[in-house]
């Protein structure tokens, strides 16, 4: 039984990233939002003001600027003042991408509503466009979905090994460092001691004391 609960929250812990929100941006703010994605991953993500005013034309007033940019400082989107937008890429390098949203200042301050919504890995493929262009039956479209699921948490788990590898070593680089700045430190102190002792040896040699 224990064993079957830690294999659903691994499972859990190495699904692929669903990341859908909404929140408030106000005028003259920026708002950055980063995912953790790994090398050759899938990511699509699409973004829209809420008209505070149903049934009525969105404002002039209600635009953003949206830019998506790698570990690595590489751009992967940029939006200029719009009211809603979509982006997809693939991750050519591994760590953490960043969504930023900015608003244009603006008297009076204005509150913005944002609707977002990340995903990345298997989350992020079109399903139902992969069923209508191959025409496949739903037992084997599920299949390949548990097939590309399956694929992409074997894939987490190396992901995870070699970063646990990297903390390790950095963790060894760290100890290293400790290890030979204490030494030092050590050694420091007792010359410093030293020579106290001297000084103090000194001074009572001249008092006649000693």
């Not at 991408?97 to 493929?125: N, Q």
Request: aromatic share 12%.
């Amino acid at each position: 039984m224990w064993e079957l609960k830690a294999l659903i929250v691994t499972l859990g812990l190495l699904s692929p990233t669903v990341e859908s929100m909404r929140f408030d941006l106000k005028s003259g703010a920026t708002k950055c939002i980063t995912e953790d994605i790994k090398n050759n991953s899938m990511s699509v993500g699409k973004y829209s003001i809420v008209n505070p005013n149903e049934g009525y034309p969105m404002p002039d007033t209600h635009k953003i600027t949206v830019k998506v940019t790698s570990p690595r400082g590489n751009n992967y989107h940029y939006g200029d003042r719009v009211e809603s937008g979509t982006f997809a890429f693939t991750a050519a390098e591994a760590g953490g991408y960043m969504t930023c949203f900015w608003a244009a200042e603006h008297k009076p301050l204005m509150t913005f509503s944002i609707d977002f919504d990340w995903k990345t890995g298997v989350a992020a493929r079109d399903w139902l466009k992969v069923a209508k262009k191959g025409q496949v039956e739903a037992m084997v479209l599920e299949f390949q979905k548990m097939y590309d699921t399956v694929t992409s948490i074997h894939d987490e788990m190396f992901y995870l090994r070699e970063r646990e590898e990297e903390m390790q070593q950095l963790n060894r680089e760290t100890h290293s460092k400790m290890t030979t700045f204490s030494f030092f430190s050590l050694l420091f102190c007792l010359l410093v001691a030293a020579v106290q002792l001297w000084h103090l040896k000194a001074f009572f040699e001249r008092k006649k004391l000693l």
